[in-house]
């Protein structure tokens, strides 16, 4: 089945620590996003890579990484510079065949940093 | 800049009545439009979207919406509500970030209880 995975579902990290989330899709999208959700807040964009080896800054970039080495992978990097780095986070992709509007998300792993 | 809003922070409807979600969005052009549902602890599940054409759009599970240019709306329906129907609903707005890339801006979302 195709489809977007994300591990673990449930990560717990010290303060200070670097963190690397998951995100793998076979979908063959060519777009990859990294979306933050902290209850009533809705979504806020993270970082989002059009093709491999390219990415873009969104609306919340400042303490987070990502690469897009692969097509199919897009890991996010949350560092030790991310100030409230406890939230829900969600990892979606879209195809460029529909202009990149619709997309697809995965479960999402839930980061807790005591 | 685009934005879009959901006035409703949480609804409670009975277990087979009607159901109007509230979506109104601010975008300069004609704007493609996003329905999505999550489960407690799940990630997002597209209901239905509207790109253009006929403004009244069917999605998945018996939902409908209709784009409404003139009150920029596009409010989610449901004759009949299941209990399963109960989740968060986000609508989105499809904008042009950083070139031609489509991203989409979210609401805050609407939770959805349902009363047996």
């Known amino acids: 089945d195709g489809g977007i995975t994300q591990s673990p579902k449930y990560l717990f990290r010290k303060e200070g620590q670097n963190v690397t989330l998951s995100c793998e899709q076979n979908?063959?999208?060519?777009?990859m996003y990294w979306y933050r959700q902290d209850p009533g807040q809705g979504l806020r964009l993270i970082y989002y890579s059009q093709i491999v080896n390219d990415f873009q800054k969104g609306d919340i970039a400042e303490g987070y990484s990502v690469s897009r080495e692969k097509k199919e992978s897009f890991p996010l990097t949350v560092t030790s510079a991310q100030k409230n780095p406890t939230a829900f986070y969600l990892c979606a992709s879209s195809s460029s065949g529909t202009g990149g509007w619709e997309q697809y998300f995965g479960p999402g792993t839930r980061l807790t940093v005591t | 800049a685009q934005s879009v809003t959901q006035p409703d922070i949480h609804i409670t409807v009975s277990e087979g009545a009607s159901l109007e979600l509230r979506c109104n969005y601010s975008y300069g052009a004609t704007p493609y439009l996003f329905w999505y549902v999550q489960s407690p602890g799940q990630g997002l599940q597209l209901l239905l979207k509207y790109f253009s054409g006929d403004t009244l759009v069917q999605g998945i599970k018996g939902f409908e919406a209709e784009f409404k240019r003139s009150q920029s709306s596009f409010n989610l329906r449901k004759p009949s509500v299941h209990w399963s129907d109960a989740a968060e609903y986000f609508c989105?707005?499809?904008?042009?970030?950083?070139?031609?890339?489509?991203?989409?801006?979210f609401g805050k979302g609407t939770k959805l209880s349902v009363k047996p």
């Open positions: 989105a707005v499809g904008a042009r970030y950083g070139g031609s890339q489509g991203n989409l801006i």
């Open positions: 979908l063959n999208h060519d777009a």
